[in-house]
């Protein structure tokens, strides 16, 4: 008879709109503060897996994902069944253990699996709400220098698939993980654009210069037959891991710095920019979610041009030659003066 009334009343809070599942949640908790009531919601363990699936299904990256399932899966191994007072002691416990990064990847985490196990009609509000939001501040990005990547491009024993990637990676900003999963169908050469999937699963159209598809055709006229553009040797794709050492150890032979595949989308941004693009395309064309995303990362990263944009637009030079010119008229006005 209780497991009857129980199911009704899931029925019931399920059918609430989610303020009122809040407002339900809370009463909850207030009415059983030891956690007396095991039966109400199943296991936060079992919907682990679905919440994995779901945000798969969603665009999240591979990386994200598993960054985010230690994040919970640690949390639930300490707290099975948790209540605000847990969220708030592992917390405090992280402050003083890890870094702002780790505390903004557990409290993103958290936050997403709570939400998640709202959708499946768990009374999980005053969890959602009793995780904190960490903010990280953005670091100051890095583009890779152009002498660098021109070193590297006049190397004479350039393989044709670095050559081709270097040029794509430089010409189109597009992520590492995006050109990675171009697939040869995705490829337009005679009218210079790829068809690129980004994050969110949002397919975009990135544009080429005739130097890009000139490096891509002739990579494609030796390339081993593949359904993608950048096949791996024990993978369907070329890794990432697999990218950054080839990368690595190309800039260490040639003696030039390092830099990674990810400061070459920094380095279009910045200079496209910079040299005074429409910032709504190169939003799009980078795949942010909006303009002012590509404003906050991308602008004013440039210091020789924050310096020039200085020299021009300072209004100290304006006012010197003012307060020098009002010294010049009262020069002549005291020598007027005398002479009279």
């Not at 081993?224 to 990432?240: D, K, N």
């Not at 260490?252 to 910079?274: C, M, S």
């Not at 440039?302 to 010294?327: G, V």
Request: hydrophobic share 35%; charged share 25%.
């Amino acid at each position: 008879m209780v497991m009857v009334h129980l199911e009704a009343f899931l029925d019931e809070f399920r059918r609430l709109d989610p303020k009122s599942q809040h407002l339900v949640a809370q009463l909850t908790r207030q009415l059983h503060p030891n956690g007396s009531h095991p039966d109400l919601n199943p296991p936060l363990s079992e919907l682990v897996q679905p919440w994995l699936s779901d945000m798969a299904n969603h665009g999240k990256s591979l990386q994200t994902c598993r960054r985010y399932f230690y994040c919970v899966r640690k949390f639930l191994a300490q707290h099975p069944s948790p209540n605000p007072i847990d969220i708030d002691t592992h917390f405090t416990f992280l402050r003083g253990r890890a870094s702002l990064r780790v505390l903004a990847s557990t409290a993103a985490a958290l936050r997403s699996f709570f939400r998640f196990c709202e959708t499946r009609g768990l009374l999980v509000a005053d969890l959602r709400d009793a995780t904190p939001i960490v903010k990280v501040t953005q670091k100051r990005r890095l583009a890779a220098p152009p002498e660098d990547i021109a070193v590297l491009l006049s190397y004479d024993q350039l393989k044709p698939r670095t050559r081709a990637f270097i040029h794509i990676l430089t010409d189109s900003g597009a992520r590492l993980a995006e050109v990675l999963s171009i697939r040869r169908s995705d490829i337009d050469l005679r009218e210079l654009r790829i068809t690129i999937m980004g994050k969110g699963a949002r397919e975009r159209i990135i544009y080429i210069s005739p130097e890009t598809g000139q490096a891509i055709k002739e990579y494609l006229a030796q390339a081993p037959q593949s359904t993608y553009l950048f096949p791996g040797q024990r993978s369907l794709t070329w890794s990432q891991q697999a990218v950054r050492q080839h990368l690595a150890l190309l800039c260490h032979k040639l003696g030039i710095k390092r830099f990674t595949p990810h400061q070459l989308r920094h380095l279009f941004a910045t200079k496209t920019i910079n040299a005074g693009a429409n910032i709504r395309s190169i939003s799009e064309i980078l795949g942010h979610k909006s303009p002012a995303v590509t404003l906050e990362v991308y602008c004013h990263t440039d210091d020789e041009l924050n310096r020039q944009e200085h020299r021009k637009y300072s209004p100290l030079a304006d006012i010197l030659s003012r307060a020098t010119e009002i010294q010049r008229e009262r020069t002549r006005s005291k020598k007027g003066e005398l002479r009279r």
